[in-house]
């Protein structure tokens, strides 16, 4: 029993040191202001991780925007001003949804215009199987078709 908890300390510590970076500690005036923060830092993406939210990241880029973002909570800014200076500092890509803009229309209306492309698509591919079977007998098929009637009905 005794090694089994010997084990489990050690993993613990290994995790722990394996984990690395210190934990940060924030304190807050009030809960809707930390949640304003952790809202902000996980809709932000480390620009120097691939697709990681600041929040998630170890980086130096994403502890100073961390920083910043408690900082302009402090001062009393909006989500959307805070969003702001990001995407003017480090770029559209520290968004994880791009603003509705003139160059992001097509990032937005693809999906639904492949959706409609496809549903027009397999209406297609329906009527075209449909007509397809509807098809009139040749006189060869519809003369066997016969003989097999007659054949069937003699017996």
């Given amino acids: ?21 210190a934990v940060e500690v924030r304190e807050f005036s009030n809960p809707v202001l930390e949640q304003r923060y952790q809202s902000l830092t996980a809709s932000l993406r480390c620009p120097k991780c691939q697709n990681q939210a600041i929040n998630d990241s170890d980086s130096p880029i994403s502890q100073d925007m961390r920083e910043r973002v408690y ?26 949804n791009p603003r509705l803009e003139g160059r992001t229309y097509l990032l937005w209306g693809l999906p639904a215009v492949l959706v409609v492309a496809g549903a027009v698509l397999v ?33």
């Fill in 71 to 96: 900082a302009m909570l402090q001062d009393g800014r909006s989500d959307m001003e805070i969003r702001d200076h990001m995407v003017q500092r480090f770029g559209d890509y520290v968004l994880y």
């Fill in 1 to 21: 029993m005794a090694v089994i908890r010997w084990f489990f300390v050690i993993l613990l510590l290994a995790t722990g040191m394996a984990h690395g970076g």
């Fill in 123 to 155: 209406m297609l591919l329906i009527r075209a199987r449909r007509n397809a079977s509807v098809r009139a007998l040749s006189n060869e098929e519809r003369h066997r078709l016969e003989a097999l009637i007659k054949q069937e009905k003699g017996q």
